[in-house]
């Protein structure tokens, strides 16, 4: 059983940054896709950005330029940075693995992290 940790949400002003981790518990997650998705309430959970095993990254159009995904493997970590921060980025935030990039995109994930809440102010 893999778990996945989220830390690093919180509040604050539009325009700010804020940088959310992702901690596995297991280190062959190297191998696979890993993600962020969010989910604001009454809304559906969107997918925000995901990073391959190779490194490649994609990124909803929302959050282009703003969001930077990254992972590092030896820590069996994930991270996201997110500047330029606006109040629709409000959300629960959550990391996600699968083997597949495609179908992390489709919203299905071999595992699912507990979400860490992120708050933005106008």
């Known amino acids: 059983q893999v778990q996945l940790l989220e830390s690093g949400g919180g509040s604050v002003q539009a325009g700010g940054s804020l940088t959310l981790s992702c901690k596995a518990s297991?280190?062959?997650?190297?191998?696979?896709?890993l993600a962020w998705f969010r989910q604001a309430p009454g809304k559906e959970r969107e997918g925000v950005a995901s990073i391959d095993a190779d490194g490649s990254a994609l990124y909803a159009n929302s959050v282009k330029d703003r969001f930077t995904i990254s992972r590092n493997d030896a820590e069996s970590t994930l991270h996201l940075q997110m500047n330029s921060l606006k109040p629709e980025d409000s959300a629960m935030y959550y990391c996600?693995?699968?083997?597949?990039?495609?179908?992390?995109?489709?919203?299905?994930?071999?595992?699912w992290g507990q979400g860490t809440q992120v708050t933005v102010s106008s």
């Open positions: 297991a280190p062959y997650l190297s191998s696979y896709t």
């Open positions: 996600a693995a699968d083997r597949r990039t495609q179908s992390l995109w489709n919203g299905y994930a071999s595992w």
